[in-house]
């Protein structure tokens, strides 16, 4: 239950009140406004069964309508109104209270990743709740003040929230840590990353059971495979977003190249996501036709196209710093393939028992995280590739395993 600032700091009455009734059984919404400079209007709708318990100062005369499922309350009362600048951190920190149908995704990072993702799963209304969870806490009330304010075209809650609230999340995504600096590969960031990760990770114990945590910190693919490893979450519910974002920029490409919607375009970019990825050229297709018949793809340099693909990254940070939209769009749309339960199929970082490493492959990803490996038909090439790529990240992942 929500009432945005600053209301929820001038009627902690009202609040109580709406909270004790509603929230058991179940809040179903509330809106708040400013009708002029001192008075405030509160709007509530709640189960029509929750009435017989209203205290006296919401008493029946407030009930506004009334159907056999739900009864609007309003009432309002003059007031000093609260500057923004004046409220508490207890306004945008996580509740303990929560309702029967909430969906929360707790994001761990605020930075340009954490909060671009916060914001697009925002903005996809698939969330009940997402938590902001940093190490700066100052900069996180910020940027969960900041997306509040988008708060205006969905209904998803945006709280800074603490380690132990993250672990409790039913999606958790971790976005923190170091970034690739100019020339630097994404595997040189595992010594900063890989403490920053047992520490998160132990403060998120104990991790509810049937969470999903989705690694989005470089070098994603190791990282993964040390969440498997330490989180205690069966393998299946940790995986990291791997090679999604170079699919993504490999589809973009086909689309401008073909003048056709990214969407008609199946082809995946696997392996590491990073210098040893590969783009499956065999097994792509577009409108059901096999991509390798087109004449557009018989004249690609296609080693020129999987080098532009792996290093976009590097090309976007030497001109602007870092990348942060391309993977917030990742990590939203994995968030919603998970609370809506999509099935969709994405390559992602998954730990594959015949290499016994995590890189990625397609996989189907639903409520439970990885529900489905899909491997596709590789040519004798792509074939050798992957092999390469998985070398290399095991060889990585070994130095890490204790
Ligand atoms: N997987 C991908 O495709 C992909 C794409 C882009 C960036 N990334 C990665 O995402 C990560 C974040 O990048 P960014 O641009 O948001 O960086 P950023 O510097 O903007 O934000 C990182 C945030 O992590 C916080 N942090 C650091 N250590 C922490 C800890 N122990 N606990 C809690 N918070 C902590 C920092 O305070 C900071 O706010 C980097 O590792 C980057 O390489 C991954």
Redesign the pocket.
Known sequence: MFISPPFKEILPGWRKSIIDVATRPLLLSTTTHQTNKNLVTVKARIPSSSLGSLPYSLSTSHVSSLTSSSAFITTSATTTIVKPSKLSRRNYTAEKVRCGTSKQVAV???????STIALLTMMKNVASEILL????KD?ALGQTWDLADANIVNSTKVRQGTLKQAGQAEVIVI??????QPGES?QQ?IDR?YE?LK??IDGMQPIQKDGVMVL???P?DTLTLIAQNISGLPRNQVF??GTY?DTCRLTVYLSDLFNISPSCIHAYVLGE?GDSQFIAWDAASIGGRPLNSFPEIRQLDKETVRLAIANK?MDIIDYKG???YG?GA?GASICESILRNALNIRPLSVYVKEFDTVLSIPSKLGAKGIEQIMPVPLSPGEHKQLMESAATLRAIGERYQK
Do not use: P, W
């Not at 761990?108 to 954490?114: E, K, M, S």
């Open positions: 761990v990072g605020a930075g340009a990743v954490g969870v940093d190490k700066a900069f976005a923190t840590g170091a970034k690739q994404r960031l990353n920053m520490e998160t989005v910190t470089n994603v990291g977003s974002l996501h990254a870092s990348t942060y993977i990742c």
